[in-house]
């Protein structure tokens, strides 16, 4: 029988073969929840009582943690904490780790890429002619990039490689952040200034409770009718019903998300109905290469906090002083 045993409520992807062959080097059992509802994986922790939790976009809330008296690590798969009781799972002294930079280059790189669909109207073009419609005059205005203006919201990582990818094809870019420190290239302006010049205003930061609904009926008002919002933060930073009504009163051009709330929206209503928003399925974070390297960086964490050692990108370091 193995040593421990550790609850891994949900992942997307096949078999969770690469997380159970680190783990087992910790004589450690990965043991699956058979869905991510709460009440479930409550039920689950209570019958494991396990060491560690490994999670993705499950709600491992207060009462899953009181659950698990005997957990000391709660391993997030992915970047962002928000489906995570960071702040109980501290008081009750579990060590709280994540991933915060294995898929900026693609998160970047998608957010590029819907700027540029969004600017040449491929996805509207594509639709158009699927359906029978061969009309270049419907799809006007059709725009050069190089020259319009990007307003990067959050200059992290991921913010700052976007920049360089923007700038690299000929675009303006602008930015925002609470340092004002921005990179080589970039204008900083408040938010208020960004929004109101921009022609497409790309989310970067994660979802905290400052920035719930930051993009709201008043921020859409100072945006240009021509510009566009691009989200591949955190579906919580949008309110949707407010860029539903935004786009229907023409304070903006159009919108490109991957992410939403909940997942999955409900895709027959606004504004995900609305054939000036293109969405994905929560897949700017994809690519073969990042998945891997998340997965494995995740299995090392949990296989170096059970052996002892302190793990990589601990969220809540004070929880090693006690």
Not at 237 to 247: E, G, M, R, S, W
Request: hydrophobic share 40%.
């Amino acid at each position: 029988m193995p040593t421990h045993n550790a609850l891994y409520t949900d992942f997307p992807w096949a078999d969770p073969d690469i997380e159970r062959a680190l783990l087992a080097e910790a004589d450690c059992e990965l043991v699956l929840s058979p869905d991510n509802k709460e009440q479930t994986l409550v039920a689950e922790a209570e019958r494991l009582n396990p060491v560690l939790i490994v999670t993705c976009w499950a709600p491992t809330t207060a009462r899953v943690i009181d659950a698990a008296p005997n957990c000391r690590h709660i391993a997030r798969t992915g970047i962002g904490l928000d489906n995570i009781d960071v702040p109980h799972a501290t008081g009750k002294g579990i060590l709280v780790t994540n991933v915060p930079d294995y898929c900026v280059r693609e998160v970047a790189e998608h957010s590029l890429a819907m700027v540029m669909d969004l600017g040449r109207k491929l996805s509207v073009c594509h639709h158009a002619t699927k359906s029978g419609v061969y009309d270049l005059v419907a799809a006007q205005p059709i725009y050069r990039l190089k020259g319009q203006t990007l307003g990067v919201v959050g200059l992290g990582a991921t913010g700052t490689i976007l920049a360089e990818l923007a700038q690299a094809i000929g675009m303006r870019v602008i930015g925002t952040n609470r340092s004002k420190d921005v990179p080589p290239g970039v204008t900083w302006k408040p938010l208020e200034e960004l929004l109101a010049v921009a022609d497409y205003v790309s989310i970067n930061f994660p979802l905290s409770d400052e920035t719930a609904n930051l993009m709201n009926a008043d921020t859409f008002a100072l945006m240009k009718p021509t510009a566009y919002l691009i989200n591949t933060a955190r579906g919580g930073i949008v309110d949707h019903d407010a860029l539903a009504a935004a786009l229907d009163k023409g304070q903006l051009a159009g919108a490109a998300l991957d992410v939403q709330v909940p997942e999955p929206p409900d895709l027959s209503r606004p504004p995900y109905n609305d054939p000036r928003v293109i969405v994905t399925p929560h897949s700017a974070f994809c690519s073969p290469q990042a998945i891997v390297e998340l997965r494995e960086r995740v299995g090392r964490q949990a296989r170096d906090f059970l052996l002892g050692k302190t793990p990589e990108c601990v969220v809540n370091p004070g929880v090693l002083k006690q």
